[in-house]
T-cell receptor, first 113, second 115 residues
């Protein structure tokens, strides 16, 4: 069975500081990993995904994520956070045995001016 | 391209009623998945359709059903509504390859409130 854990319910950072949102996963075989962001009363917006290859994945809005197979992690990062990055962030995983996406519980990011 | 559209955006029903939600995928996408989002349970997979066939199903009771039409539009139906069915229902579509590496693109959701 595939699963994702987001150990932090909330992350608070000051604008201009680095932002990190943590994610660890559990799958059988190679993982396919995704990050989504959700703004209030909106659906999920795709940020980036890891399928294979380079462990550092670059995505939308200046976000990137680092895949670490030994630590089974896929942390989302942004070098300089903006107030507009305040939202709910979801990590998701899929393996090749199950087409559905399994999501973490989500991490609320608040960026203060 | 237009994004995934869902109708209606908001819905209020009473216990025991049934409801049908609609989803139009991105043009050219053949896979449609449905998810339920609640504060307590988070995002949970309901089912996925590809080329009019249900390919995957989550762990939900039989009151939850769906279908996909030949134009890839999808509907989900919930019969005999319960208070616990109050949630944001999200539809997501994927490109025509329908493979494991596909990105799912989400619609804005339908907010269902059961009174």
């Amino acid at each position: 069975a595939q699963s994702v854990a987001q150990p932090e319910d909330q992350v608070n950072v000051a604008e201009g500081n680095p932002l990190t949102v943590k994610c660890t996963y559990s799958v059988s075989g190679n993982p396919y990993l995704f990050w989504y962001v959700q703004y209030p009363n909106r659906g999920l917006q795709f940020l980036l995904k890891y399928i294979t290859g380079d462990n550092l994945v670059k995505g939308s809005y200046g976000f990137e994520a680092e895949f670490n197979k030994s630590q089974t992690s896929f942390h989302l990062k942004k070098p300089s956070a903006l107030v507009s990055d305040s939202a709910l962030y979801f990590c998701a995983v899929r393996d090749r045995y199950d087409y559905k996406l399994s999501f973490g519980a989500g991490t609320t990011v608040t960026v203060r001016a | 391209k237009a994004g995934v559209t869902q109708t209606p955006r908001y819905l209020i029903k009473t216990r025991g009623q049934q409801v049908t939600l609609s989803c139009s995928p991105i043009s050219g996408h053949r896979s449609v998945s449905w998810y339920q989002q609640t504060p307590g349970q988070g995002l949970q997979f309901l089912f996925e359709y590809f080329s009019e066939t249900q390919r995957n199903k989550g762990n939900f009771p039989g009151r939850f059903s769906g279908r996909q039409f030949s134009n890839s539009r999808s509907e989900m139906n919930v019969s005999t509504l319960e208070l616990g069915d109050s949630a944001l229902y999200l539809c997501a579509s994927s490109p025509s390859t329908g493979g494991f590496t596909d990105t799912q693109y989400f619609g804005p959701g339908t907010r269902l409130t059961v009174l």
